[in-house]
């Protein structure tokens, strides 16, 4: 592993620890969103708890990830990983599942380092199904 791999990895990870916490009240201005992610990655992340909240509920539970390198430089880290849903599960406000499962979602991330500070610039999640474990 490269010097700031494993940092750069812990980013990501704390990312989709964010967005976990973030949806359980599917709050797209959740302070958290923007402590590990910025630019094109913190947009997406957005959306993706406006679509949960427009559908009116909200998440529990957490994604599972094992993100891979795909590329790797001083500055800059681009992840692969086929990140599983199936423990990240929508239910309605009644605590009730929306009968939406979680799915494997292919996914693509670019980790960046400047200001002295690791952070995911750049975030790419598929359709439902779009990769498997």
């Not at 916490?21 to 993706?48: I, Q």
């Not at 795909?70 to 681009?78: G, M, R, T």
């Not at 239910?91 to 400047?114: I, Q, W």
Request: glycine share 10%.
């Amino acid at each position: 592993m490269r010097e700031g791999e494993g940092k750069a990895i812990a980013t990501y990870r704390a990312m989709w620890e964010d967005a976990a916490a973030a949806s359980r009240t599917s709050d797209p201005k959740h302070p958290r969103l923007n402590d590990h992610a910025k630019g094109d990655a913190l947009s997406l992340l957005r959306y993706m708890m406006e679509q949960t909240r427009k559908k009116g509920v909200t998440s529990r539970g957490a994604a599972s990830i094992a993100p891979t390198v795909a590329k790797s430089s001083k500055a800059e880290l681009e992840l692969l990983d086929c990140v599983d849903g199936s423990k990240w599960v929508q239910v309605r406000p009644t605590g009730s599942p929306d009968g939406v499962g979680g799915a494997h979602y292919r996914t693509e991330a670019t980790v960046t380092f400047k200001s002295g500070k690791w952070m995911v610039s750049e975030l790419y999640w598929g359709e439902a199904g779009s990769c498997m474990d």
